[in-house]
């Protein structure tokens, strides 16, 4: 599959609620469209493959802190008592690059964004990844079984690791049951892709970045 460009500077949202499967659609738009992830910090613990710097900026709570008191993030949320910010430095950076950049938002997150680039004059390209709540609930299962044989082969305390790894679910579980349900008709999509099928995700990106390509051209 070819590598996707814009003809304007813009900046690609995915958006998705609790295993939909917006991280690995994520790493396929990299490696087989050519984007460019957009690099967010957050103060919660790696997950089982995630690479400081790669996938996340992994700091401390007080770290986090310092740098909004700073006012060094271009976006900041917090979401599920987790904090997520991106900073001016990573977005000016990634912003003047041709391969587009991307980033996984909330809902609240786009509004935050689309403002942001409107100021610079960069455009935002939101994807709203939709799947059935029985496959996310299945695969949040997974990934629960998962996170306790992790907590079980490390050297905490056996109890600890394990109630640390149901706190993390139960608030996983109550978003899935609670705000996301409504995140699809939270804002104005520029397109809705299924969350089980990668490869008609990927086309459907492509076409409709090629679409709007167009359009870009015959309204400049």
């Known amino acids: 599959m070819s590598q996707v460009r814009f003809n304007l500077p813009t900046l690609v949202t995915l958006t998705a609620p609790t295993c939909a499967g917006k991280s690995f659609l994520l790493e396929e738009m990299e490696s087989r469209l050519g984007f460019n992830r957009v690099v967010s910090t957050t103060d919660r613990d790696a997950r089982a493959g995630e690479i400081d710097g790669l996938h996340y900026h992994f700091l401390t709570t007080e770290e986090s802190k310092a740098m909004e008191a700073a006012d060094k993030f271009a976006e ?28 996984i938002l909330e809902p609240s997150g786009l509004e935050i964004y689309r ?23 299945q695969r949040l299962t ?79």
Not at 83 to 98: I, N
Not at 115 to 130: A, D
Not at 147 to 155: A, G
């Open 142 to 220: 997974d990934r629960t079984v998962a996170d306790v044989i992790k907590s079980l082969r490390s050297n905490q305390p056996v109890e600890a690791a394990v109630t640390k790894v149901i706190d993390a679910n139960n608030k996983r579980m109550k978003a899935v049951f609670d705000q996301e349900r409504s995140w699809i008709t939270k804002a104005s999509w520029d397109l809705i892709v299924d969350g089980t099928d990668v490869e008609r995700a990927l086309n459907d990106i492509a076409k409709s970045i090629e679409i709007r390509n167009r359009r870009s051209d015959i309204y400049a």
């Open 76 to 103: 900041l949320v917090t979401y599920n008592s987790v904090r997520y910010g991106v900073t001016h430095d990573e977005m000016a950076d990634k912003m003047s690059r041709l391969a587009p950049p991307m980033v």
């Open 115 to 137: 403002k942001y680039c409107s100021q610079h004059g960069w455009k935002v390209f939101s994807i709203y990844v939709s799947t059935e709540e029985s496959v996310r609930l």
